[in-house]
């Protein structure tokens, strides 16, 4: 269903793949920024960019768990994160990787930004994942 390229010709990514081939037949998820707001809208982690992930995947996982897909099957990802210290963006990543997302490993770009949407928003994350058929009943 899908095919995860790392070109030899290039660096060796650490833990993302430089492409993601899907069959046109598959279907794919396109996602919304996923966000540090509970489900109240509540911002959570002020000013703390590695809690926000935390809560940013979790968020990124129900929106994935409510089109039939989950963590596993993300082919791509943005992930935007308020700092120009590469070591905050480090610090998420290394929440990136914990979450499952990294285990395709899948296409990732590490962004570091001046602002995103929410007052206090510290990390976002758009993805698009595969959609894998449900099992026949």
Known sequence: MLKRVTVPSLFT???YSHATVVEA???LAFLAGSVPLDSEGNL???EDAV??????????D????AVGSG????????????SPDPTVL?????VVQDSGLSDGPHSSTLIG???LGYPGQLVEITATAVVPDSPES
């Open 71 to 82: 963590l596993e099957h993300v082919v791509s990802t943005d992930v935007y994160v308020v």
């Open 90 to 94: 480090a610090a998420v990543w290394e």
């Open 13 to 15: 990514p650490p833990t």
């Open 62 to 65: 129900e929106q994935l768990r």
């Open 44 to 46: 959570v982690g002020e």
């Open 113 to 115: 930004v001046a602002s």
């Open 51 to 60: 809690r926000q992930a935390g809560q940013v995947i979790a968020n990124l």
């Open 25 to 27: 037949a598959t279907r």
